[in-house]
């Protein structure tokens, strides 16, 4: 294990942590179970080409498998908001409505009446359903089409909407390679007087050219140099990699007076199942 701050190691950074699964991936998660701690939180994405009752099917499972799930909402890709309701009352009839995450999603253009994330927050539908906890983005790469000092005012916005609505909030970030610019966004969302504890977005263990891909994909910053530090090889891309440098440079350069509360999630671009051995491994 590595540390250079007294109580904080690899090992311990990984206590508490989440990740994510689909709609398809029920079996995946059944055979991850057994490897993964009771109560592990897995969020259900939602994507375009999966329907509400695969969505749901999924959140199920979790609730089945002893672990807690957190569905994704889309909020553009909502076509009114009576699909909003029926896919919360559809996840309250299996347990599975109090803690779900919200996100703008994909769509240039909304699909229906919401337009972000903070709209389905000030809805009022969320609560109405039994949402007690709503998990919020985090971009401290940015984000290819919105400006940073927008991203920070809509933060800001939608951490005062769930105060004012008593509603408990965690930060989830986008995954990144490099750990110097997450730590300094950390820094500057504790200087806002932003509290929340913070989900730190990390690749879980996946082939080189399918991380790189994404990160061109969602915009991550995955240049020659920052690859070498994460540990990616760009002369062998039929290679896999994990992210134990990642958590342990965050682990060395960590500190709680300053960065706040902060836990992991994954993001399964391997499989569920590779995520959650690489884990108990690291543990």
């Avoid at 908001?81 to 919360?88: A, I, N, R, V, Y």
């Avoid at 290819?144 to 909407?161: N, P, R």
Wanted: net charge negative; hydrophobic share 40%.
């Amino acid at each position: 294990m590595t540390t250079d701050h007294p109580g904080t190691t690899s090992g311990s950074l990984l206590d508490g942590f989440s990740l994510e699964m689909t709609g398809k991936d029920i079996p995946a998660l059944e055979a991850a179970a057994p490897s993964l701690p009771p109560g592990t939180p897995v969020n259900v994405t939602f994507l375009g080409n999966e329907d509400l009752s695969m969505r749901v099917a999924a959140a199920a499972a979790v609730k089945r498998a002893g672990l807690h799930p957190v569905p994704h909402i889309s909020a553009r890709r909502l076509a009114s908001t009576g699909e909003l309701d029926s896919f919360l009352k559809a996840l309250e009839q299996v347990g599975s409505a109090h803690h779900v995450f919200t996100v703008g999603g994909d769509p240039a253009e909304p699909m229906g009446p919401f337009s972000d994330s903070l709209s389905l927050i000030t809805s009022g539908r969320l609560e109405a359903f039994g949402v007690n906890k709503v998990s919020i983005a985090g971009y401290p790469d940015g984000h290819s089409g919105i400006e940073v000092d927008v991203l920070w005012s809509v933060l800001e916005a939608k951490v005062a909407a769930l105060r004012e609505r008593g509603l408990e909030g965690e930060v989830i970030t986008q995954f990144g390679f490099d750990t110097v610019p997450i730590l300094d966004w950390l820094t500057t969302l504790r200087d806002r007087g932003i509290s929340l504890p913070v989900r730190i977005g990390v690749p879980g263990p996946a082939g080189i050219k399918r991380l790189l891909g994404y990160a061109g994909r969602f915009g991550v910053a995955s240049s020659a140099g920052i690859a070498k530090r994460y540990g990616l090889s760009l002369g062998n891309l039929l290679g896999t990699a994990g992210p134990e440098h990642f958590v342990a440079d965050l682990a060395r350069d960590y500190q709680p007076e300053r960065h706040g509360e902060i836990k992991l999630h994954f993001y399964t671009f391997g499989g569920i199942k590779a995520t959650a051995e690489w884990v108990a491994a690291h543990r």
